[in-house]
């Protein structure tokens, strides 16, 4: 069973940069397609950026193009998101998913706090 534990959020001034990390257990990552999702308060989780499992990478929000980018390192069994360029904005829960044809996988998420 895939587990995703993600770490690296926490409180930034605008401007400022966070790394993202979901590690992995339980199943090696290099057959799923993964991505990020955020919630912010009183909003709809929304997607940000995927990664297919042929590491063909998608941006689904038009405000974190240029500013955030999606990877995987396989042999640590983990997926980054580099946020750069933060702002107020990008306050929210941020969540690590791997997907396959009929299931999808999710992790606990992760606060990501910016101050202006």
């Known amino acids: 069973q895939l587990q995703l534990v993600e770490s690296g959020g926490g409180l930034v001034q605008s401007g400022g940069s966070l790394r993202l990390s979901c590690v992995a257990s339980g199943s090696t990552l290099d057959h799923y397609a993964i991505g990020w999702f955020r919630q912010a308060p009183g909003k709809e989780r929304e997607g940000i950026l995927c990664l297919s499992d042929g590491d063909t990478s998608t941006t689904y929000a038009d405000s974190v193009k240029g500013r955030f980018t999606i990877s995987r390192d396989n042999a640590k069994n983990t997926l980054y998101l580099q946020m750069n360029s933060l702002k107020p904005q990008d306050t929210a829960v941020y969540y690590c998913?791997?997907?396959?044809?009929?299931?999808?996988?999710w992790g606990q998420g992760t606060q990501v706090t910016v101050s202006s």
């Open positions: 998913n791997a997907a396959q044809p009929d299931r999808s996988w």
